[in-house]
C-alpha cells in the first residue's frame, strides 16, 4: 500500500478521499488491514486527530470496520459501496447527459457557496480560476475549480458527483483539443462565476455557471459533430 502526504485545509476530507480511491482502484481490498493509527498517520503526514475523524467518517460509510486489538479492515461490501448504482449510471450515460445533470446540481451549487464563503476562499477561487492547457480531462485546473467549489457548498454529494464526473467524462470521452481550444474563454468563464460569488448575486452566479456549461456543450457538439 503506497499513501501519499496530504496537503489541505479539508484534511479528513482528503484522508477519506485517498483511502477510497485505494479501494476503488483495487489497491486496497475486502479484508485488508489498515496500518496502525501512528503509521497511517506518519505516512499521509496528517494528526491522529484528523485520521480518527476521517476513519469515523469511513465506518459510518461501511468502508472500513474496526476489531478491538486488532486493528482496521476493508468492508467486504465496501467496493460495491463506493462504485454502486450510481456510478453505473454515470458510466452508461453520454456527456451531454452528463453536463445536463451539472447544469442543475451547480446552480444549486453556487447558491450555497453564496451563503458559506469567506472573503479568503473568494481570493482563492481566483486563483483556480485560469485554466492551463493541454490538461488532462480528469485531473485539470477546471477539475479543481469545480470540485473546490463543491466543497465550499458542504454538501458531499456536489463533491461526490464532481469527483465521479470528471474521471468518468475522460473514461467516455476521446477528446483531448477542447482544453486548448477554449483555455482562455474557460478561464473568463471562470472568472465571471466568481465575480458573481463576490457580488453575493445568486441569480448571476447561475446565469454565469448555466452559460459556462452551456459552452462546454457547445463545443463538445461541434468537435464531435452532434
Known amino acids: 500500500m503506497n499513501f501519499s502526504p496530504i496537503a489541505n485545509e479539508k484534511l479528513s476530507d482528503k484522508v477519506v478521499k485517498v483511502i477510497t480511491d485505494q479501494v476503488k482502484s483495487g489497491a486496497l481490498k475486502p479484508g485488508d488491514r489498515l496500518p496502525s ?27 472500513i470496520y474496526r476489531r478491538p486489538k486488532e486493528g482496521t ?13 450510481w456510478e453505473a449510471s454515470m458510466k452508461n450515460a453520454n456527456y451531454l447527459d452528463l453536463i445536463e445533470v451539472r447544469e442543475c446540481i451547480e446552480s444549486r451549487t453556487v447558491e450555497k457557496v453564496i451563503d458559506l464563503i469567506t472573503d479568503e476562499q473568494i481570493c482563492e477561487l481566483y486563483d483556480l480560476a485560469p485554466v492551463k492547457e493541454n490538461e488532462n480531462v480528469s485531473h485539470s485546473t477546471d477539475y479543481y ?28 470521452t476521446a477528446i483531448s483539443s477542447r482544453q486548448t481550444a477554449r483555455s482562455q474563454a474557460i478561464t473568463q468563464e471562470h472568472t465571471a462565476i466568481v465575480d458573481a460569488i463576490k457580488a453575493k448575486d445568486k441569480t448571476a452566479a447561475r446565469e454565469a455557471i448555466c452559460y459556462h456549461l452551456m459552452m462546454v456543450r457547445k463545443s463538445l457538439r461541434q468537435e464531435n459533430n452532434l
Request: no cysteine.
Open 37 to 63: 493509527e501512528p503509521e497511517l498517520a506518519a505516512a499521509l503526514q496528517v494528526s491522529r486527530g484528523i485520521l480518527r475523524e476521517a476513519l469515523t467518517v469511513l465506518q459510518a460509510r461501511n468502508i
Open 73 to 85: 479492515f476493508i468492508n467486504s461490501s465496501a467496493p460495491d459501496i463506493l462504485i454502486g448504482n
Open 145 to 172: 475549480f469545480h470540485y473546490r467549489l463543491a466543497e465550499l457548498s458542504h454538501n458531499m454529494i456536489f463533491t461526490s458527483f464532481i469527483d465521479n464526473y470528471y474521471d468518468i467524462f475522460h473514461e467516455i
